[in-house]
Nanobody
Framework: QVQLVESGGGVVQAGGSLRLSCVVS????????FKWYRQAPGKQREYVTS???????HYSDSVKGRFTISRDDAKDTIYLQMNFLNPEDTGVYFC??????WGPGTQVTVSS
């Protein structure tokens, strides 16, 4: 049973930074592609970024150049470094596996 737990969310002013973590238990991170999604209140869940087991990355246009996804398979952890945050980045951020495994999410709030 794979479990994902996100952490690192919080409240930050516009222009600030946060670093999210997704700790994987059950099977570790090796061999998996991971994705980050986010969901703002009243809006659909939105794809943010992904990273493959071979360290290939992809970013949505809305976060490209500001966010960086990385992984440390030795620590069974996926990271999301978020820089130059703006209020539109506010939402619950989820870690995801292609088998539809989700973490409980971590709240990110960016104030103006």
């Amino acid at each position: 049973q794979v479990q994902l737990v996100e952490s690192g969310g919080g409240v930050v002013q516009a222009g600030g930074s946060l670093r999210l973590s997704c700790v994987v238990s059950g099977h570790g991170t090796k061999g998996y592609t991971f994705k980050w999604y986010r969901q703002a209140p009243g809006k659909q869940r939105e794809y943010v970024t992904s990273i493959t087991s071979n360290y290939n990355t992809h970013y949505s246009d809305s976060v490209k150049g500001r966010f960086t996804i990385s992984r440390d398979d030795a620590k069974d952890t996926i990271y999301l470094q978020m820089n130059f945050l703006n209020p539109e980045d506010t939402g619950v951020y989820f870690c995801n596996l292609p088998d539809n495994t989700w973490g409980p999410g971590t709240q990110v709030t960016v104030s103006s």
